[in-house]
């Protein structure tokens, strides 16, 4: 998990598909957008949620630099992502997870288009655990860099899937009370009890605070 967020603990304001994220290069220093397409660099995948795709119609590839793409993998349960998403252009493989549930004819089109199919789980929300198994011995993906959005988050931590949690903490303040925070969905408690994290790496990047994670307890 990588994800940077504001004083507040925001990553973006509220806003519509297609509209802007004013929390990107025009706002966030070049070191840490250059931190950031390293970390892309040294993964094998880059995952998101459809959301992601959604809102930004990222391609997940590097931004600038010598290096190969890595692989772009989207969770999405449904199949619903446009097949004119740029996500599935030819500059990289991707891979999309999808459910059981996953309407077949949108599902070859993501295969016509040369994406690779995992299917796991029923309904909008993939299972996990398996998914992330195939990655790895299917696909070969044993390094993942996981971006968002908090729907993915939120479902990484309390399945145990993350071995560590990166964040960039940054001088700026988006406010609103309605504005993204990095793990969304319910609250851990009281249904559930609150994972913890010990702090293994902190480092400071001119007004930026880089700060790195792992579980008290192991990874399943």
Not at 13 to 39: C, E, F, T, W, Y
Not at 160 to 184: A, K, M
């Amino acid at each position: 998990m990588l994800v940077a967020v504001s004083l507040d603990g925001k990553i973006s304001p509220r806003r519509s598909p297609g509209q802007p994220n004013p929390v990107g290069p025009g706002l966030i220093g070049d070191d840490i957008m250059a931190l950031h397409n390293s970390k892309r660099a040294d993964a094998d995948g880059i995952m998101v949620g459809l959301n992601c795709i959604l809102l930004d119609d990222s391609r997940l590839s590097l931004r600038e630099g010598e290096g190969e793409n890595p692989t772009r993998i989207v969770l999405d349960g449904l199949a619903q992502m446009p097949p004119a998403a740029r996500v599935l252009t030819p500059d990289a493989p991707t891979i999309v997870i999808v459910s059981n549930d996953a309407p077949p004819d949108r599902v070859q089109t993501f295969r016509d288009l040369g994406a690779g199919i995992i299917c796991s789980g029923q309904g909008r929300y993939v299972d996990l655990t398996p998914a992330m198994a195939e990655l790895r011995e299917r696909f070969g993906i044993r390094k993942l860099l996981v971006e968002g959005g908090g729907t993915v988050h939120r479902s990484m931590i309390a399945e145990g899937l993350y071995d560590e949690i990166h964040l960039i903490i940054c001088p700026f303040v988006i406010g609103g009370s309605r504005s993204i925070t990095p793990v969304g969905r319910a609250a851990f408690w009281p249904k559930g009890k609150v994972p913890e994290y010990n702090l293994t790496e902190a480092d400071v990047m001119g007004d930026y605070l880089y700060l790195i994670y792992r579980p008290k307890k192991p990874v399943n």
